[in-house]
């Protein structure tokens, strides 16, 4: 599942293109080349706290995912696993796999000595990037895997780009901007506390604590945004 699609021309609706343009039409500078990089800038800044958070729209499951060596790659970029099963090569499942931390996988278990049915375990990798699944003991053949993860949207480059997301995210992402631009090019406007108001009611209707994980340090949950200045110290 992609995290960012791309069309042209660069007026899609929640195109990139568009959403500077809603962002910069707050201060004025819909039409000012320079006021739509700052808020492309905006945009992106509220794209990076989105993907510290975990949210039931983050969530993904992944196609059959190829393992030679014992090592996959994830089809996006990821920020917390959910569960992984073992799979045929159609994607029948034939075991649930038990997840390990880097520490715990890299330095307890030994796959050529363990004994156990290949594979029993998974970890992962590039937390924020990429990502690749490990699987232990390491299969002497090719391996299949299904992953349940909560995924990372990709920053906005394009004006054509548009984010893969539902629109009431896109516009959570859009009202923060708005309040930064505000912030920065009208301090004083009326308007600003009545956009903080409504961006932090917005995200807020996205808070989610994901209890049935057994992972459960607070960066798993999501505190009430007291402020949306998000480009302040």
């Known amino acids: 599942m992609p995290i960012v699609i791309t069309s042209s021309p660069g007026t899609k609706p929640?195109?990139?293109?568009?959403?500077?343009?809603?962002?910069?039409?707050?201060?004025?500078?819909q039409n000012d080349p320079t006021k739509l990089a700052e808020a492309g800038e905006y945009i992106n800044a509220a794209i990076r706290i989105?993907?510290?958070k975990l949210y039931e729209c983050n969530k993904v499951k992944s196609s059959t995912i190829t393992c030679t060596g014992g090592v996959g790659?994830?089809?996006?970029?990821?920020?917390?696993?959910i569960e992984c099963r073992l799979t045929d090569s159609t994607g029948a499942k034939v075991r649930q796999l038990d997840y390990r931390d880097w520490v715990d996988f890299n330095d307890t278990f030994d796959g050529a000595s363990s004994g156990l049915p290949a594979p029993t375990y998974y970890t992962l990798f590039n937390v924020h990037t990429l990502g690749q699944?490990?699987?232990l003991p390491n299969p002497s053949t090719t391996a299949y895997v299904q992953l349940a993860y909560y995924r990372r949207f990709s920053e906005l480059v394009a004006d054509s780009e548009s984010l893969d997301a539902p629109q009431e995210i896109e516009e959570a992402l859009v009202l923060a901007a708005q309040v930064e631009m505000l912030y920065t090019n009208n301090p004083t406007s009326q308007v600003l506390?009545?956009?903080?108001?409504?961006?932090?009611?917005?995200?807020?209707?996205?808070?989610?604590?994901?209890?049935?994980?057994e992972n459960s340090h607070p960066r798993m949950r999501l505190p009430r945004l007291v402020s949306l200045n998000i480009m302040q110290d």
């Open 14 to 29: 929640g195109s990139f293109a568009v959403l500077k343009k809603r962002v910069a039409r707050i201060v004025g500078g």
């Open 50 to 52: 989105f993907n510290t």
């Open 73 to 81: 790659t994830l089809p996006t970029a990821f920020y917390k696993e």
């Open 133 to 135: 699944v490990e699987l």
């Open 193 to 213: 506390q009545l956009v903080q108001a409504k961006a932090i009611a917005a995200w807020d209707g996205f808070a989610v604590i994901d209890r049935k994980h």
